[in-house]
């Protein structure tokens, strides 16, 4: 394959995932959610908004847990990588008082994101914008800390993509990583939340990781299989779920449409015969 049939290809990778997330009717979905709530988007917090934002295992919660490894300051610019609606950068510009920039492929999520911004009064403070992962155009050494959750499983090109966040972070700034990785054999089941067939997943082992981070130069600095937690999570919102009568207000059932529940079980499964799990790794560029 030449150069530009290769370019050509990426191309239509980019936009299968940009399609594949685009879900007409999410802001409004979202504002109907809110209305339920009882908010309106002058009233709604940044906590309110948690279901439907945080895209990934485990939420808020996760993000939380996450968010802690990276020690974040008021003075920090951090990355979030693929950062969706935006819902981890508004947490962490809330919770740990620094500048967030968010980055991601799919135009729809980061349209919605801004607005989610401006109603909770963070545009001053979070900002998103469209782009590839792969092609961040930011200065070399522009951020503190950067972090990525849930949005390798989209991406081939780890060492691409660790090298380009290298370049991106100052001496001593840390990456942090919570993906979906493969830890087992059995076949994966599709849909999954991150795409709809196998030919779109990009899912990677832990060693691919390690593997890439290493040859950008990153040293790991811890790693933390979060199954028992993911478990444990899912176990609470399948409660909650049947308790409720159905999904709350907000939910990821609004970010995945009609697919939610089949994408949700094929992950949940997964995640309990262990052919896949959340993991966290945190790395550091060198001072
Ligand atoms: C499962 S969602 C997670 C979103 C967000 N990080 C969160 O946790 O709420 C995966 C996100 O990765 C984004 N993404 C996938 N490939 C990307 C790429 N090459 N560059 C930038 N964003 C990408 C998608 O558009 C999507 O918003």
């Given at each position: 394959?030449?150069?530009?049939?290769?370019?050509?290809?990426?191309?239509?990778?980019?936009?299968?995932?940009?399609?594949?997330?685009?879900r007409?009717?999410?802001?409004?979905a979202i504002?109907?959610?809110?209305?339920?709530?009882?908010?309106?988007?002058?009233?709604?917090?940044?906590?309110?908004?948690?279901?439907?934002?945080?895209?990934?295992?485990?939420?808020?919660?996760?993000?939380?847990?996450?968010?802690?490894?990276?020690?974040?300051?008021p003075?920090?610019?951090?990355?979030d990588?693929?950062?969706?609606?935006?819902?981890?950068?508004?947490?962490?510009?809330?919770?740990?008082?620094?500048?967030?920039?968010?980055?991601?492929?799919?135009?729809?999520?980061?349209?919605t994101?801004?607005?989610?911004?401006?109603?909770?009064?963070?545009?001053?403070?979070?900002?998103?914008?469209?782009?590839?992962?792969?092609?961040?155009?930011?200065?070399?050494?522009?951020f503190?800390?950067?972090?990525?959750?849930?949005?390798?499983?989209?991406?081939?090109?780890?060492?691409?993509?660790?090298?380009?966040?290298?370049?991106?972070?100052?001496?001593?700034?840390?990456?942090?990583?919570?993906d979906?990785?493969?830890?087992?054999?059995?076949?994966?089941?599709?849909?999954?939340?991150?795409?709809?067939?196998a030919?779109?997943?990009?899912?990677?082992?832990?060693?691919?990781?390690?593997?890439?981070?290493?040859?950008?130069?990153?040293?790991?600095?811890?790693?933390?299989?979060?199954?028992?937690?993911?478990?444990?999570?899912?176990?609470?919102?399948?409660?909650?779920?049947?308790?409720?009568?159905?999904?709350?207000?907000?939910?990821?059932?609004?970010?995945?449409?009609?697919t939610?529940?089949?994408?949700?079980?094929?992950?949940?499964?997964?995640?309990?015969?262990?052919?896949?799990?959340p993991?966290?790794?945190?790395?550091?560029?060198?001072?």
């Amino acid at each position: 394959m030449n150069a530009t049939e290769n370019s050509r290809g990426a191309r239509a990778e980019r936009e299968d995932i940009a399609d594949h997330y685009t879900r007409a009717g999410l802001l409004a979905a979202i504002e109907d959610g809110v209305a339920t709530l009882g908010k309106t988007p002058a009233s709604v917090s940044v906590e309110d908004l948690a279901p439907v934002d945080e895209f990934h295992v485990g939420g808020r919660e996760a993000s939380e847990a996450f968010l802690d490894q990276l020690g974040l300051t008021p003075s920090d610019r951090v990355l979030d990588i693929g950062c969706g609606l935006g819902g981890s950068a508004r947490f962490a510009a809330t919770r740990d008082g620094c500048h967030v920039t968010g980055l991601d492929l799919t135009h729809g999520f980061v349209s919605t994101g801004r607005t989610l911004c401006d109603w909770v009064g963070l545009g001053d403070r979070v900002s998103l914008q469209q782009g590839n992962a792969l092609t961040m155009p930011f200065e070399a050494d522009a951020f503190d800390a950067a972090y990525m959750l849930h949005v390798g499983m989209n991406i081939a090109d780890k060492p691409a993509l660790c090298a380009a966040v290298h370049r991106l972070l100052r001496p001593g700034g840390r990456f942090g990583i919570y993906d979906l990785m493969r830890t087992g054999e059995e076949p994966l089941q599709y849909p999954l939340p991150w795409a709809s067939l196998a030919a779109q997943s990009r899912v990677g082992t832990p060693s691919d990781y390690r593997a890439a981070m290493a040859a950008a130069r990153f040293t790991l600095v811890a790693e933390r299989n979060r199954r028992d937690f993911a478990l444990d999570f899912f176990a609470r919102l399948r409660a909650r779920t049947a308790a409720a009568g159905g999904p709350g207000p907000l939910g990821p059932h609004l970010v995945m449409g009609d697919t939610a529940s089949i994408r949700l079980r094929h992950l949940v499964d997964a995640i309990a015969n262990s052919s896949l799990a959340p993991v966290e790794m945190i790395a550091e560029k060198a001072q």
